[in-house]
């Protein structure tokens, strides 16, 4: 009975601080409440194939590693370098292979962009249009907590002037919102997995999914027989307050407030319990990469490495930060030893394809699922084309994108007709053997006949992007972008205006309208989205997030 003093004097103590707690605290720290825990780390059990190779020749291995918000000035290839610093791993890739000088993401934000990835079709084909959000809050909250277009107009007060051009807020599709896990890739889809599954191939995924958690839409339910990573659309590569590690954190960005406040430091081994891994998240994913590809240097097999890197939130090993010592500014010096990481990963994939005497016969492709982020408030991510990610202009869609496969695709070749992340689905059956279905339409083309001059044209004449009410199609050299909010149209000549600076809508009245026309076209192809945008924000095109606006200044709102 003694007891009952202090546990009465602790449940007052703990209902006064959750009175004294802001409305802030409560909506940044209630997801993270309610996440389950993370276990501590444990060895992954992962299956071994063939002790011995098997007689006669066998399909490629294919290795896909896509980053994410990797911006094309990020990579030394194809631009300087974060801050700078060269890439030689990846750009090796590009050099003894093929770069895609307009390889272009299929759509301009993580998850719809995968969702086409995966299944080699516009995902606007299947109602996947917008990034899964969740706005349903527990019972015990009071109602109107909650509001997205306070929570950014409050949290950048620093920036009052920035937000002149408010978010818009749907109450009523938030009302009617699922939980994430429910919104995602259709069971009914085909992927890149389960296509190769088919020629008998031993399929694994790592790292970043965010393709929908519920049964049928997880990355073990999607062919994939070995899964390690998470689910949602972003991680800690460490815990906060590691000592290994270096923060940076963008005030100025309610987005980045609730990632440091929610998210777990943790992986999931074929939807088992969370479990904390053992160092740096990119590392981590890395050599659970090079432990796969020895467990399975025997047998046909398919490794998707989705790497966080370069996300949100913004944290590098201090061994790699203070590597960069010539990068002045902070956040840039993370960002660029986020990368500097993930680099140093694909170099030890390779080297790891080579010691099993795997190099000659495999595919290793790699891209970005989008451009760089306007919201880590670095000006060149995307340098030298305008925009962002959550934009169509060409800094949020075209990305770095090279693919190497010796014997089949001549070493520093450079192939400049578009392409899209779609294509590597056909690509990709192609090389497996693996016909394409028969009860879809696909929409990627395997591009090796073109990469090696068998076939004649261009595998693309148009690729459309949509999102909500803005959409954008590229056809041949010309580029249009129908605006929402306000409405407007702009036309580009990419072939002489690749950063599309000079607006000829006006100029050219019949080519808008027959690209209007090829819009409402594409259109009346696709699925009605299968859930609702829940926030159309306005995002500045040629500055980023955290900076002074700029009278008469180009936006876009993106629907999300």
């Not at 459309?464 to 605006?483: H, I, P």
């Amino acid at each position: 009975m003694k007891r009952w003093p202090g546990i009465l004097l602790g449940a007052t103590a703990a209902v006064a601080a959750g009175l004294y707690l802001s409305s802030d605290t409560i909506k940044l720290h209630a997801a993270g409440w309610l996440g389950g825990p993370t276990a501590p780390n444990h060895p992954v059990a992962w299956a071994k194939g063939p002790a011995i190779p098997p007689a006669g020749q066998r399909p490629p291995n294919i290795i896909l590693i896509l980053a994410d918000d990797l911006g094309i000035n990020d990579i030394s290839l194809t631009g300087t370098g974060a801050g700078g610093v060269p890439t030689p791993n990846i750009d090796a890739i590009g050099h003894q292979g093929v770069t895609l000088a307009n390889g272009y993401a299929t759509n301009a934000t993580c998850a719809p962009s995968r969702a086409a990835l995966m299944t080699g079709r516009y995902a606007t084909r299947f109602g996947y249009e917008f990034t899964p959000t969740d706005t349903r809050l527990p019972s015990w909250l009071p109602a109107g907590v909650f509001r997205p277009d306070v929570m950014f107009a409050r949290n950048i007060a620093a920036f009052p002037s920035d937000w002149d051009r408010k978010p818009i807020f749907d109450e009523a599709a938030a009302a009617r919102a699922a939980a994430p896990g429910a919104k995602g890739m259709p069971a009914a889809e085909i992927t890149i997995a389960e296509q190769v599954k088919t020629r008998g191939y031993h399929n694994i995924h790592l790292g970043k999914w965010h393709l929908g958690e519920a049964p049928g839409m997880r990355p073990e339910h999607q062919g994939f027989d070995e899964s390690l990573g998470f689910i949602v659309g972003a991680q800690m590569s460490l815990p906060e307050h590691d000592p290994t590690a270096v923060n940076a954190k963008q005030a100025f960005d309610p987005i980045d407030k609730f990632l440091w406040a929610n998210l777990p430091f943790g992986v999931q081994f074929n939807g088992g319990p969370r479990f904390a891994p053992d160092r740096y998240m990119t590392d981590y994913l890395t050599d659970a990469a090079v432990t796969d590809i020895r467990n399975n240097r025997n047998r046909p097999f398919f490794l998707y490495l989705a790497y966080n890197a370069a996300h949100t939130p913004l944290q590098a090993l201090r061994s790699d930060y203070d590597a960069l010592p010539q990068i002045k500014d902070h956040t840039a010096r993370v960002h660029a030893a986020m990368i500097r990481a993930m680099d140093r990963g694909v170099g030890k994939i390779l080297a790891e394809l080579k010691a099993q005497g795997l190099d000659d016969n495999t595919i290793v492709i790699f891209s970005s699922d989008n451009g760089g982020a306007h919201y880590i408030g670095l000006p060149d991510l995307n340098k030298p084309y305008r925009g962002w990610k959550a934009t169509f202009f060409e800094g949020g869609t075209k990305v770095p994108f090279m693919i190497r496969w010796p014997g089949h695709i001549a070493p520093g070749t450079t192939y400049a007709p578009p392409v899209s992340q779609f294509d590597i689905y056909a690509t990709a059956s192609a090389a497996a053997g693996a016909a394409l279905p028969k009860d879809r339409t696909i929409d990627g083309v395997d591009i090796m006949p073109f990469l090696s001059g068998t076939a004649r044209g261009i595998p693309h004449q148009q690729l459309f992007w949509r999102s909500g009410a803005y959409r954008t199609v590229r056809d041949g050299n010309w580029k249009l972008q129908s605006l929402d909010l306000p409405r407007r149209n702009l036309l580009y000549d990419l072939a002489a205006d690749p950063t599309e600076r000079h607006d000829l809508a006006a100029a050219n009245p019949a080519r808008v309208k027959d690209l209007l026309a090829a819009l409402a076209a594409h259109d009346a192809s696709q699925a009605k989205s299968a859930w609702d945008s829940l926030v159309r924000a306005p995002i500045a095109i040629d500055r980023p997030l955290g900076t002074r606006p700029v009278p008469g200044e180009a936006y876009a709102y993106w629907s999300n």
